[in-house]
């Protein structure tokens, strides 16, 4: 019943109850009108600076729980969902109160008929109904601080099931509780082992399912603290996770397996939360193919988002994206215990030159950096190693020294180097006793060394002592079983200590107040409509950014004149506000150098206009710049994150090769540099085939002043094209050649 707080269960949810005998579906919902947000500290253009952690230590932890549809009759799936929550609440030390219309009691606990009935005020309610919405209205006026739907049928089905999850989530917000769901399930209520110590792993998955490989690290000694089963993320969702689990103390590292995000700019705030606090977070992000898109939708009922955004948006925040679960549960184990590195260096120790070598170049490839050995750590390695051995890096021992005390002094003496901060051994198979001899010196080596320490042991069979106990029974060595996996989570510790330590919030410095360049912008905009090239010109000179000298003129005289006041050689292009790609059209000519060609040129240019029912503004008369490299930077609208900025190669080469870089306003100059060193075709900003190298300090501030335009524009500029801006040699700057602009 539409509003009802009276507290009493309706006939159709006594209905709903009896009938429930499968897992919860969801059936008919009530429209409702989303309320007001909070108000929070916003941007230039009204994005929200930062968000409200959620206390979530009551849902996780609660002191009493409410279990609304209830059953003990055996063979009901809600009779073993309540027998779980029920041993759930004991280990966390909560009282339990079934809820049921026509049951005394459930398990032997006094149920109560109805929400009203409650003996007290709960922090956790369990919805086992198949329809949550009236049941959440009923619950508006118990003050209960959470909710959990297990029920489907929602915005994974399509849109008439969106429609109910937006009316469910309207609900939710006028009652001031929190829902975690639909579509969830009690991932959030297993046990976790209580006898492990050591910073834990606080697991966050879209798919429960996907969440078992973390889960079970826990039988390897490897700690968790929460599980948060997100699902349709109605309401709370993951980036509210990630922001909670960044501020507590025993969390060491977050793993997610996201399908879709709800919102963009939220998932930005929490990873800077995360990354501001020093917590790494480690995704599985699915979507990186169209067919991976379509199935998330279908299983969530989210936007995917465009992934090359997501992928630049999570690099930019510090999120380490892998690909495998494998990958994700290693790579989070080792960040989550291991101690921030004392050096970038990686040194391979091995048996095997063989096995060493090709580690090496494993390595070297994923961009680790192995650095040679000095000629003094060498001398001090060949005490104990055959001199004909190579010890530079990798460090190949021969195999004999790790059967006795050699082997200790080895690991020891490569430890000690101070350009080493990761000893990674690989041991590609049991070769007892000597790597039974080896994995124990790693370990004791570990316990006494402040430096990481991995090991992967090959063996397919994983049943030996020295892997099952030696290895997996220390918290200090980090154990694989693949070369890919140890790579792929050492280059990610590495890489996430760096990114911390220099970490700075791009939010603290985002505009609050627009600039007078906005001021001067805002009144050459056309709300639906593309501008001109003169105009979408004009809108950068607004913004300080550099337009070659030009005229838009209407007549040939008019030309002729343009062209000395502009100096020749020239360029005449048509402008219009319906012009896009003008070269295609031949409605653009270069390198004219006399009155004779200008006249030619307008003349043809307003022709083939005419021709093509192209309506002009006038023609340009444009300063020819040739000397430089040509880039394109540009704004576009993604549907998660809003204004996202572009940088990549100019002209034609943009659309054959993509090679192009993508940021999430706000950044700073050092992401706006680093936009740069990922492209391919970064050498051409360096200089090549005798070229000089290219202003980059230029580009980067046209970047920077793109950025700072997106942001005050916000959804009022859906694009931005500026292609191509000349690059010019070192010290003369940048010229944006030709640019587009579309209003929203």
């Known amino acids: 019943m539409l509003g009802s707080t009276h507290g009493t269960l309706t006939t159709d949810f006594r209905a709903r109850v009896e009938a429930c005998g499968e897992t919860p579906r969801a059936a008919v919902h009530s429209s409702a009108a989303p309320s007001a947000d909070d108000a929070v500290p916003v941007d230039v253009s009204g994005r929200p600076l930062h968000t409200d952690v959620p206390d979530l230590d009551r849902f996780f932890r609660p002191e009493s729980v409410a279990v609304i549809g209830a059953s003990d009759t055996e063979g009901r799936p809600n009779s073993g969902i309540t027998r779980q929550l029920i041993a759930w609440a004991e280990r966390v030390g909560a009282r339990v109160h079934p809820v049921h219309p026509t049951r005394p009691t459930v398990f032997g606990l006094a149920c109560h008929a109805s929400v009203a009935d409650l003996p007290e005020q709960v922090d956790l309610a369990v919805l086992l109904v198949s329809d949550p919405l009236p049941v959440i209205e009923e619950l508006a006026d118990t003050k209960v601080?959470?909710?959990?739907?297990?029920?489907?049928?929602?915005?994974?089905?399509?849109?008439?099931?969106?429609?109910?999850?937006?009316?469910?989530?309207?609900?939710?917000?006028?009652?001031?509780?929190?829902?975690?769901?639909?579509?969830?399930?009690?991932?959030?209520?297993?046990?976790?082992?209580?006898?492990?110590?050591?910073?834990?792993?606080?697991?966050?998955t879209q798919s429960g399912h996907q969440g078992r490989p973390v889960y079970t690290l826990q039988e390897l000694g490897i700690r968790l603290s929460h599980w948060a089963p997100t699902g349709n993320e109605a309401d709370l969702e993951t980036s509210d996770f990630i922001s909670y689990f960044a501020e507590q103390p025993e969390v060491g590292a977050i793993a997610c397996y996201v399908e879709g995000l709800k919102d963009g700019r939220s998932f930005l705030l929490a990873a800077d939360r995360a990354a501001r606090n020093g917590v790494p977070v480690v995704a599985v992000k699915v979507g990186r193919t169209e067919t991976g898109a379509r199935t998330a939708a279908s299983h969530t009922g989210k936007l995917t988002g465009a992934d090359t955004v997501v992928d630049a948006a999570m690099r930019q925040f510090g999120v380490i994206r892998v690909d495998g679960l494998d990958e994700l549960q290693?790579?989070?184990?080792?960040?989550?215990?291991?101690?921030?590195?004392?050096?970038?260096?990686?040194?391979?120790?091995?048996?095997?030159?063989?096995?060493?070598?090709?580690?090496?170049?494993?390595?070297?490839?994923?961009?680790?950096?192995?650095?040679?050995?000095?000629?003094?750590?060498?001398?001090?390695?060949?005490?104990?190693?055959?001199?004909?051995?190579?010890?530079?890096?990798?460090?190949?021992?021969?195999?004999?020294?790790?059967?006795?005390?050699?082997?200790?002094?080895?690991?020891?003496?490569?430890?000690?180097?101070?350009?080493?901060?990761?000893?990674?051994c690989p041991i590609t198979g049991p070769f007892p006793p000597m790597s039974d001899r080896l994995a124990q010196d790693l370990v004791d080596a570990a316990e006494q060394s402040d430096k990481l320490i991995c090991v992967i042991w090959g063996s397919p069979v994983g049943t030996e002592d020295a892997y099952r106990t030696t290895l997996l029974g220390s918290s200090r060595v980090a154990t694989f079983r693949t070369f890919g996996n140890c790579i792929t989570a050492v280059r990610a510790y590495l890489g996430h200590h760096r990114f911390t330590a220099g970490y700075r919030s791009p939010f603290e410095d985002a505009p609050r107040t627009p600039s007078p360049s906005y001021r001067k912008a805002k009144a050459l905009m056309r709300p639906g409509q593309q501008l001109s090239e003169h105009a979408a010109k004009q809108l950068l000179r607004a913004y300080g950014i550099r337009v070659p000298r030009e005229q838009l003129v209407t007549s040939a005289a008019a030309a002729v004149r343009a062209a000395g006041l502009v100096g020749y050689p020239v360029v005449m292009k048509a402008s219009g506000p319906q012009l896009g790609h003008k070269t295609e059209l031949g409605l653009v000519k270069i390198g004219l150098t006399s009155a004779s060609q200008i006249r030619d040129a307008y003349r043809e240019l307003t022709d083939i206009a005419r021709y093509e029912n192209v309506p002009l503004d006038g023609i340009l008369v444009c300063q020819m710049v040739e000397r430089g490299v040509e880039m394109v930077v540009g704004v576009t609208q993604d549907d998660l994150f809003g204004p996202t900025v572009t940088v990549g190669l100019g002209g034609v080469l943009v659309e054959v090769l993509h090679d192009a870089a993508v940021r999430v306003p706000p950044f700073g100059e050092d992401q706006a540099r680093a936009m740069l060193t990922e492209l391919r075709g970064h050498a051409l900003l360096e200089g090549v085939r005798g070229a000089p190298p290219a202003d980059v300090d230029a580009l980067v501030e046209v970047i920077l002043r793109i950025q700072r335009m997106a942001l005050e524009f916000g959804d009022e500029l859906s694009e931005l094209d500026i292609n191509p801006l000349m690059v010019l040699p070192r010290g003369q700057g940048a010229v944006a050649l030709d640019a587009l602009a579309i209003c929203r």
């Open 330 to 424: 290693d790579t989070a184990a080792l960040l989550a215990r291991a101690r921030r590195p004392k050096a970038d260096g990686v040194v391979v120790y091995s048996i095997s030159g063989g096995t060493g070598a090709h580690f090496s170049d494993l390595a070297t490839e994923a961009g680790l950096t192995l650095p040679a050995l000095s000629q003094a750590k060498r001398d001090e390695l060949h005490q104990w190693i055959p001199p004909y051995l190579n010890v530079a890096n990798p460090v190949d021992n021969g195999g004999h020294p790790v059967g006795d005390w050699r082997g200790r002094k080895i690991i020891d003496a490569i430890l000690a180097d101070p350009s080493v901060g990761v000893l990674i």
């Open 145 to 204: 601080k959470f909710a959990v739907a297990f029920a489907s049928g929602f915005a994974e089905t399509g849109g008439a099931g969106a429609a109910a999850q937006e009316r469910l989530a309207a609900a939710v917000r006028r009652s001031g509780l929190r829902l975690l769901g639909p579509n969830t399930n009690l991932n959030a209520f297993e046990e976790f082992r209580d006898d492990l110590d050591g910073p834990a792993i606080a697991l966050i």
